[in-house]
Every structure is written in C-alpha cells, then in structure tokens.
C-alpha cells in the first residue's frame, strides 16, 4: 500500500472491510443454508448412514472454506424421513453447522 490519494482514516478504512466481511460471511453462510444438505428441507440422499461422515468431510467450510471435522452424528425422524444430521465444526475458524442427509435413496419420496 503506497501512495495515499484519500485521505480516509485508517480506522474508517479497517471498519469499512469490516462490515464487508462480515456481509460476505453471511451470505456466504445463507448460500450454504440453500445448499443441498444445508437444511432438514434438502436433506442429501444417501444410501446408508455410513456415508454420512464422508460427506459431511467432503463439504468445505461454509465461512472460510477450510477442511471440517465432524463432531456429531444424529439421528432423526422427521414425518416419515429418516434423517442423518452431521453437526461438523471448522476447526480453523470455529464455524459450526449441520448437514442434513436422507436415508433411503431411490425410493420414492
Ligand atoms: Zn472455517
């Protein structure tokens, strides 16, 4: 950074990347809530609870898009779908949130 045009604080400046950051953290966060697997609405499909795991690890981080781990594996049934929910952590930047997966692909829904 040399040759300063404007004169704009160097506060006003880190405030205003600021504010952009944190706007792009969330829409980056919505976007991943609209994913597949990002609500209980669109669950993936997988065939057997095994694979949950593996994809959950598969889906980088929604905030920084670092590596997550997976911190739990739930169970649920919600009406009559039979949902997997992986709660992963990133351990980079300690943004949590669920994956939700369906099992029994391939039947009809
Ligand atoms: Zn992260």
């Known amino acids: 950074m ?8 160097a506060r006003a400046q880190r405030r ?3 504010r ?3 706007k792009h953290v969330r829409d980056r966060e919505r976007l991943a809530s ?3 697997g990002g ?3 669109r669950p993936i499909a997988i065939t057997s609870a095994s694979e949950v795991e593996v994809a959950a690890r598969g889906m980088p981080c929604a905030r920084c898009s670092g590596e997550v781990r997976v ?9 009559t779908s039979r ?3 992986a709660r992963v952590v990133c351990p980079a930047c300690g ?3 669920s994956i939700y997966f369906r099992l029994g692909a391939g039947l009809p829904n």
């Open 2 to 9: 040399t040759g300063k045009k404007k004169p704009l604080s």
């Open 95 to 97: 943004a949590r949130r």
């Open 39 to 41: 609500s209980p609405e």
């Open 71 to 79: 911190d739990e594996h739930l169970a649920e049934t919600v009406g």
């Open 83 to 85: 949902l997997r929910i």
């Open 16 to 18: 205003e990347a600021e």
């Open 34 to 36: 609209l994913e597949p």
């Open 20 to 22: 952009a950051a944190v």
